[in-house]
């Protein structure tokens, strides 16, 4: 099976239903990110990859009664967040004020990362979809000029039409994506 090709809540549902692949590719998706953030609490290697197979144990005993309905990732950083902060704190006895006040700051700019990356990836398949909506030699245009950066002479030159033509195709190209970009905003923002 191609999980790759999985939302995370079909994702999730296969893992519930003991797909041990299903379960070793969320961890291939989210353990390197979930690492990283790690690194923002505590320098010890150690300490992050110790919390992090304990939070894949835990959701792997507990797939069955555990509920995610969209993301895996949150639900993963949730738990790991909650962790290392709880080893972190046994381990120091006692929390400095400024401790809590940078892992505050933390959460709330982890958080805002996290809108940011949804709001890209809704971005890139509206997008998508916009560019479904253009002919075979739109995208072929749009693609010359805007990802090769072609001049507009020659993008004429290698389709074999004439300079206005290459001007007419790629203005009508635009005109659609933003048409369809504009449509697919309104229904989000509603």
Known sequence: MNYELLEDAQLWQLIASNDRGAFGHSFKLYAKDIFKYGQKFTGSREIIEDVIQDVYLDLWDKRKSTQIKVSIKFYLFTAFRREIIRRLATSRKEAKPDAVIDEVQLESSYLDQL???QHVKESNEALHQA?????????EAIHLRYFTNLKYEEIALLMKVQVPHIYNL?????????????????????
């Open 115 to 117: 809108v940011i990356e």
């Open 131 to 139: 560019i479904d909506l253009l002919t075979e030699r739109q995208r």
């Open 170 to 190: 790629i203005f009508k190209s635009i005109k659609i994506l933003k048409g369809s970009l504009s449509k697919n905003k309104q229904y989000s923002s509603k």
